[in-house]
Structures are given as structure tokens and as C-alpha cells.
């Protein structure tokens, strides 16, 4: 299996530190507003690379969550709130949402509030090692004594330094160090700490969540292409420069775009995952959609491609519907060979797609040419069957519901269809037509087949 490494920018062979076990730490949501389809990919993201590791390995999947921020502190103020009450309401909405698209939750989900007490050792930790220092309350890592520092976000770090400033208030040193501990101010959230009173810089919490949960060094730390710099290029400086190893394998997707335009309220162009639930009512076209783009690639959002999802599951429910009611093209003929060793050709496809730095749009392009194939074949029940064991099996990786095909035809559309035959026998067409327009409106398809009349649910 190979990775691309954001790291060294080539793609590389996975070795894992132990042979069974690896440990995954992916950057999660600051709880401070209602989740878009934008973060949506990037959990949908990681959370299929899970999936599909968790068949080679046992998998520690750890995605923090920020509660103490700016930006929660922000909208505190304006709602006259608590800033707990504001990061319990969205991290509550970001659980809904994730349970809406069947996105799994974390092994592990650790808030930073919880880790603070940690947050202080590591940092007082930094301050021993000469890495930081404590200026009036606020305590600072010295950028420059980072070994290698631009070496994720290939920068070069003198040329970084020309047009930084510090911003008023700020007390430290140089224009590029940061803030690993902020001095409590009024009205503001605070926990005591060797420095004084305040709360933790955004970065430093990654730092210590991931060691302490995963160890000094672990497996694969990933994230959306915006967190590169300065975000993780900060979490490198501040773990390494504690003497700890960190992440081997860094993984980065890449961001999601409205009708090429960057989503923004201000924009009108904002799609939150309950909005889009509640147009589209299936998460699947959602995911379809990001599978059809390399996770490293940027990946534009438009209705006219949501439709063009439709479309696609509909080929799978299709063919599923064609297996569960029995229909043949031709007179059942026995099976040759064995349809499993037929059949292995398009799971080896998958998985070889899969192990190439997870492309998923060839491991995708792999289950069309299994239904292409089974549609061909479907007068053979044998591999009509284990076609369809392998499709939801392989769907599962990418967490698709596509076992939705009827079991039974619900009684009222039963006898629609049966009354519906008789006009067509009596040669009744306005009534067949009428009847058919009813179906249709219960979301009922009607196909008219040489052995008999199917209907599949519209999606």
C-alpha cells in the first residue's frame, strides 16, 4: 500500500510502527457554528480511509474536537451566552450531521477542554527545552529555535519573515512565534496555569492530544489541505521540539468549492449538511460526489453533479432491484466456472485502487464495471448472487446504503399494479396510464418487462 505523504510531497509505501496495529489522528471541527458540506468531506474522507484500513488492520481513529476558541468566545459574547453552551449546542449539531451521512464516530474523540491540565505540562515542558517563553501572562514558541521549520508547508522561513508583523497586544519576540498560552482577559474563559490565568493556543492542543492518546510517534495525522500552515506546520515544531517523534504519514484532502466560488454566508452560497439532507434526502448523492474526485484534489459542488449522482446509484438499485425480483433476460443457463473466481477480478481492482493512496474514483469505477458486468449476466442467478454479496460488501468501505431494494411489495401498490395489469389485458390503456401516473406519484417506478411488470422505489 502506498501513501502520499504531504511531508516529503511523494508518494511512499506504508509501513506501519507495528505490523497489526496503526493509530490515526485526524484535526476535527471548532464548535462554533452549524456543520456545511465542506466538513462533511473531509470526515466522509477519513472516515472511508477507516474503513477501509480497519480490513488490513486493528485501527485507533482519534478526531479531536476544539470547545475553547476565538471563535467560540466570539459568539458567546454576541448570543449573551456561555461559551460551553455555545460549543455543547454545535458539537451536538456536528453528531446529528455526522449521524445523518453515516459517517462512524471516532475510537476517540478527546475535547481540548479536557486535556488543559496537559496542555500546561507540555508547555511548561517547551520552556524548559528553550523552545518558549513566558511574556506577561502569554507564553510564545520561539519559531526560531524549530529545526526545519516550513518543512510541511514548503516555506522557507526568512522569506516568511518578511511583511510579518505583531499584532498590538501581542508580546512576544519575533513576528512569526506563536501563541502556545493567552492571558486571561475579561469575561473570557480561563484556567489557572504557572503563567497566570488564561487558556490554551489553538495549535498546542494536537500536539498533546495525539501523543498522549497515540504516543510520541504514530501513524498517519491528517486533515483538510487548509490546516498545512500554519496549523500542523506549528503542531511539527511544537511536538518535535518537546523531543517527541510525532506523525509519520501526513495526509491532507483537499477543499470543496460552490459552482467554483469558495462557500461563504456572505455569498448566499452556504450549504449546511442538514440543508443539503433535507433537499436531497440522501446522503449517498453527497458521498458520490466526493468519490468521484481524488481526496487530494479540490472538488466543485454543483446541482447539475448532484444529479448526475442520482444517477449513478440509481445504476446500482437498479441492478440490485433486477437480482431481488428475479428478472432474466434469457433462459437461466448453468454457471461455467465458479462466479466467485469470476467474480474476484473486479474485488482485486477495488483493492488495488484502494492501496494506491486510496483512489477512490478508480476503486469506484471498479463497482460500475461489476454492475456492467452482472447486467450481462444476470440470467445466471448463481452470479447474480454473489455479485450482489460483493457490491455491498465493497459499498461498505465507502459507507453507500445501497441495500434498499423492496423485500415487499407494500399492499396498496401491489394492488394498484395488479389493476393496472388487467386494464393492459382489456386493452384499458387510458386506464393503465392513469394508474401508472398514480404510481408515479407514490414515487413508484413502473418498467413493463416480457416477464411481467417490475417497479423499483424512485430515488
Not at 135 to 164: C, H, P, T, W
Not at 286 to 306: A, G, M, Q, S, W
Request: charged fraction near 35%.
Amino acid at each position: 500500500m502506498k501513501i502520499y505523504n504531504s511531508l516529503t510531497r511523494t508518494k511512499e509505501e506504508f509501513t506501519p510502527i507495528s505490523n497489526k496495529r496503526i493509530g490515526i489522528y485526524v484535526c476535527g471541527p471548532t464548535v462554533y457554528d452549524e456543520p456545511h458540506i465542506g466538513h462533511a468531506r473531509s470526515a466522509y474522507i477519513f472516515d472511508v480511509i477507516r474503513r477501509y484500513l480497519q480490513s488490513k488492520y486493528e485501527v485507533t481513529f482519534v478526531r479531536n474536537v476544539t470547545d475553547v476558541d476565538d471563535k467560540i468566545i466570539d459568539k458567546a459574547k454576541r448570543e449573551s451566552k456561555r461559551a460551553e453552551e455555545i460549543s455543547k449546542k454545535y458539537l451536538d449539531s456536528y453528531h446529528e450531521d455526522m449521524d445523518l451521512l453515516g459517517i462512524g464516530r471516532p475510537d476517540r474523540e478527546p475535547l481540548a477542554t479536557e486535556y488543559i491540565p496537559k496542555m500546561v505540562k507540555f508547555i511548561g515542558l517547551l520552556i524548559e527545552k528553550g523552545c518558549a517563553y513566558e511574556s506577561v501572562g502569554d507564553v510564545y514558541f520561539d519559531i526560531r529555535k524549530a529545526k526545519g521549520y516550513g518543512k510541511l508547508s514548503n516555506q522557507d522561513l526568512d522569506k516568511m519573515e518578511i511583511g510579518a508583523r505583531i499584532s498590538p497586544g501581542e508580546k512576544k519576540r519575533d513576528p512569526l512565534d506563536f501563541a502556545l498560552w493567552k492571558k486571561a482577559k475579561v469575561d473570557e474563559p480561563s484556567w489557572e496555569s504557572p503563567w497566570g490565568a488564561g487558556r490554551p493556543g489553538w495549535h498546542i492542543e494536537c500536539s498533546v492530544m495525539s501523543s498522549d492518546i497515540l504516543g510520541d510517534q504514530f501513524d498517519i495525522h491528517g486533515g483538510g489541505v487548509d490546516l498545512i500552515f500554519p496549523h500542523h506546520e506549528n503542531e511539527i515544531a511544537q511536538s518535535e521540539g518537546a523531543g517527541k517523534a510525532f506523525a509519520r504519514y501526513w495526509m491532507h484532502n483537499g477543499l470543496l468549492t460552490i459552482n467554483n466560488e469558495k462557500m461563504a454566508k456572505s455569498l448566499g452560497n452556504f450549504i449546511s449538511i442538514k440543508d443539503f439532507i433535507k433537499k436531497h434526502k440522501d446522503a449517498d448523492y453527497l458521498k458520490l460526489l466526493f468519490l468521484n474526485t481524488h481526496y487530494r484534489h479540490p472538488v466543485d459542488y454543483t446541482e447539475e453533479r448532484i444529479e448526475q449522482m442520482i444517477a449513478q446509484k440509481e445504476r446500482f438499485i437498479i441492478m440490485l432491484d433486477k437480482i431481488d425480483r428475479g428478472v432474466k433476460a434469457h433462459s437461466p443457463q448453468p454457471t461455467v466456472h465458479s462466479p466467485v473466481k469470476e467474480l474476484e477480478g473486479f474485488r482485486a481492482k477495488f483493492e488495488e485502487a484502494m492501496d494506491d493512496d486510496f483512489n477512490m474514483p478508480l476503486a469506484l469505477s471498479s463497482l460500475f464495471e461489476l454492475v456492467n458486468f452482472t447486467n450481462r449476466k444476470i440470467d445466471d442467478p448463481d452470479i447474480a448472487s454473489e455479485s450482489k454479496k460483493m457490491l455491498l460488501k465493497l459499498a461498505q468501505v465507502f459507507g453507500l446504503n445501497l441495500n434498499r431494494a423492496d423485500k415487499e411489495l407494500p399492499a396498496k401498490v401491489e394492488a394498484l399494479i395488479k389493476e393496472r395489469d388487467d386494464a393492459r389485458a382489456k386493452k384499458d390503456y387510458k386506464r393503465s396510464d392513469d394508474i401508472r401516473k398514480k404510481l408515479s406519484g407514490m414515487g413508484v417506478i413502473v418498467e413493463d418487462t416480457k416477464e411481467g411488470t417490475v417497479w423499483r422505489k424512485e430515488l
